[in-house]
């Protein structure tokens, strides 16, 4: 069964430093997702992407943070200076054209120290 | 903004037994309500979904329960197994919207 697979699957990270935490959604999806889940908390959205540029942000999703497809697999959320409070897992999620529901890889934890 | 609450935070259930979950909206313009199921370390996986047209919605063990007019519905297990356990997350959008807002989770414990 096709699945959204994300690398790496835990990253510790020192406050300040970028981070690029990557997705390969599923093959013939076009819509792309980041959510993140601090710990013991909701699943917030974070971006939409479509079509190479980004659909809807949240509020969350400020100048730090930005999202690319950088060759015909790839999906990845890049954090340009990390803080202690970017600590959470990531999400990355994927629809097709036509689908209703969006399919959830398993997870990047980032620990921010 | 909290759009979508959910309770109660955890509930322990012994095997056989129901478990519920409740949750409650407040944009009125959502109408597509996804349940998760998230197991440790893991992402959330679609479990069952429900539009506002149906009241209920049941695939095996699973039963949506929907309230249209007091913007709240809910996840029932029945028979609740120990593979039940987890973090079941409820949620909801718009339909030409594929954002999603969820609800706070609840962690749900099956007792053998």
């Known amino acids: 069964e096709p699945e959204v697979t994300q690398t790496p699957s835990h990253q510790v990270t020192q406050m300040g430093q970028e981070v690029i935490l990557r997705c390969v959604p599923i093959?013939?999806?076009?819509?792309f997702y980041w959510y993140r889940q601090i710990l013991g908390q909701k699943v917030e959205f974070l971006v939409s992407f479509y079509n190479n540029e980004i659909s809807e942000k949240s509020e969350i999703f400020d100048d730090q943070f930005s999202v690319e497809r950088p060759d015909g697999s790839n999906f990845t959320l890049k954090i340009r200076s990390t803080k202690l409070e970017d600590s959470a897992m990531y999400f990355c999620?994927?629809?097709?054209?036509?689908?209703?529901?969006?399919?959830f890889g398993q997870g990047t934890r980032l620990t921010v120290v | 903004q909290q759009q979508v609450k959910q309770s109660p935070q955890s509930l322990i259930v012994q095997k056989g037994g129901i478990s519920i979950i409740n949750c409650a909206y407040e944009?009125?313009?959502?109408?597509?309500f996804p349940w998760y199921q998230q197991f440790p370390g893991k992402g959330p996986a679609l479990l069952i979904a429900?539009?506002?047209?149906?009241s209920e919605k049941k695939e095996g063990r699973f039963t949506i329960s929907f309230n249209k007019s007091a913007k709240q519905f809910s996840l029932h297990i029945m028979d609740s197994q120990p593979g039940d356990s987890a973090t079941y997350f409820c949620?909801?959008?718009?339909?030409?919207?594929?954002?999603?807002?969820f609800g706070a989770g609840t962690t749900v414990t099956v007792r053998a």
């Open positions: 093959s013939n999806h076009l819509y």
């Open positions: 949620a909801a959008r718009t339909l030409w919207d594929y954002k999603l807002s």
């Open positions: 429900i539009r506002p047209d149906v």
């Open positions: 944009n009125t313009a959502f109408d597509y």
């Open positions: 999620a994927s629809r097709e054209s036509s689908g209703t529901e969006a399919f």
